[in-house]
T-cell receptor, first 115, second 114 residues
Framework: KNQVEQSPQSLIILEGKNCTLQ??????????LRWYKQDTGRGPVSLTI?????NTKSNGRYTATLDADTKQSSLHITASQLSDSASYIC??????????????FGTGTQLKVEL | DGGITQSPKYLFRKEGQNVTLSCEQN?????MYWYRQDPGQGLRLIYY???????QKGDIAEGYSVSREKKESFPLTVTSAQKNPTAFYLC?????????????FGQGTRLTVV
């Protein structure tokens, strides 16, 4: 069964600090892995995408890593800001026959950044 | 502006009633999806459509129905057969080709049964 597990479930950090979120997956066949940010009551927005051959990808203060052998990914947030408070969701994609992708979602890590 | 629009943002339904959630996109995407989000759980796929006039059941299709008469529109009906319909519903779309396509999400509809 395709699964995506994230840890920690929730996290509180002080503004300016760094943090790392973890994602383990068992999705097959693997197409790509994305990290999404979801603000409360809104739709998720993509932060990064990583394919099988990529190890690291950055988007501003967000840096994602992928180890396709161990099926693990991490999202590192540098110099956190209050606006980083959101749910961060790891999403692993498998290609569908006929086009499109089937996405398997993790349950998310709820991050709160405090003063 | 290009995007994907869900309406309404909040919806209240009496038990035993059917209700339809709207999803419209002007991104010219072939594939559209409906997900359900519950507290403490990842998004779960209800239905998806890869082309007009065709759709497939996802992981939790029971109690739901969809139609895809136009490329731009993929409405979801929550029927009275859905025993626990209170949830946050998200619609998404993507181009249909395989590979690193991104799914773009609407802002969601929060459905509450009263």
């Amino acid at each position: 069964k395709n699964q995506v597990e994230q840890s920690p479930q929730s996290l509180i950090i002080l503004e300016g600090k760094n943090c790392t979120l973890q994602c383990n997956y068992t999705v097959s066949p693997f197409s790509n892995l994305r990290w999404y940010k979801q603000d409360t009551g809104r739709g998720p927005v993509s932060l990064t995408i990583m394919t099988f051959s990529e190890n690291t990808k950055s988007n501003g203060r967000y840096t994602a890593t992928l180890d396709a052998d161990t099926k693990q990914s991490s999202l590192h947030i540098t110099a956190s800001q209050l606006s980083d408070s959101a749910s961060y969701i790891c999403v692993v994609s498998a290609s569908l026959t006929g086009g499109g992708n089937k996405l398997t979602f993790g349950t998310g890590t709820q991050l709160k950044v405090e003063l | 502006d290009g995007g994907i629009t869900q309406s309404p943002k909040y919806l209240f339904r009496k038990e035993g009633q059917n209700v339809t959630l709207s999803c419209e996109q002007n991104l010219n995407h072939d594939a559209m999806y409906w997900y359900r989000q519950d507290p403490g759980q990842g998004l779960r796929l209800i239905y998806y459509s890869q082309i007009v006039n065709d759709f497939q059941k996802g992981d939790i299709a029971e109690g739901y129905s969809v139609s895809r008469e136009k490329k731009e529109s993929f409405p979801l009906t929550v029927t009275s057969a859905q025993k626990n319909p209170t949830a946050f519903y998200l619609c998404a779309s993507s181009i249909a080709s395989q590979g690193n396509t991104e799914a773009f999400f609407g802002q969601g509809t929060r459905l509450t049964v009263v």
